[in-house]
C-alpha cells in the first residue's frame, strides 16, 4: 500500500524557515504529481505548491517567491519555506496523486509566531 511520510514541521518566528520533507513508499507510477496543502484552523484546505512529472510547478500566488518545492525522486519532495509569516500557520500535508488516485500524509504542524 501507499504511505507518505512528513517531516519538519515546528515553531518559527515570523522571517523564519523551515524545510518540510515528504516520502512515499510503495507501488507508485513514475509519472505523478506530488505536493503540499495546508488547512489552517477554521479554514479549507488550500493548495501550497505543486510539482508534476513533466510539466513543472505550480504555486499558491499568496506563497510564491517566498516557497520552493523540490522533488529529489519519484517519491520524494521538499518544501524549503522562507520569509516566513504568522498567517502561513497551518497544518501542512503531503499529498500524491498517480492513476487517478489521491494519497495524504498525516500533516505537520507549522506555527509561526513571534
Known amino acids: 500500500q501507499v504511505q507518505l511520510v512528513e517531516s519538519g514541521g515546528g515553531l518559527v518566528q515570523p522571517g523564519g524557515s523551515l524545510t518540510l520533507s515528504c516520502a512515499a513508499s510503495?507501488?507508485?507510477?513514475?509519472?505523478?504529481?506530488m505536493g503540499w496543502y495546508r488547512q489552517a484552523p477554521g479554514k479549507q484546505r488550500e493548495l501550497v505548491a505543486t510539482?508534476?512529472?513533466?510539466?513543472?510547478t505550480n504555486y499558491a500566488d499568496s506563497v510564491k517567491g517566498r516557497f520552493t518545492i523540490s522533488r529529489l525522486n519519484a517519491k520524494t519532495v521538499t518544501l524549503q519555506m522562507n520569509s516566513l509569516k504568522p498567517e502561513d500557520t497551518a497544518v501542512y500535508y503531503c499529498?500524491?496523486?498517480?492513476?487517478?488516485?489521491?494519497?495524504w500524509g498525516q500533516g505537520t504542524q507549522v506555527t509561526v509566531s513571534s
Open positions: 499529498n500524491l496523486q498517480f492513476a487517478g488516485a489521491r494519497y
Open positions: 510539482i508534476t512529472t513533466g510539466t513543472g
Open positions: 510503495g507501488i507508485i507510477f513514475s509519472s505523478n504529481t
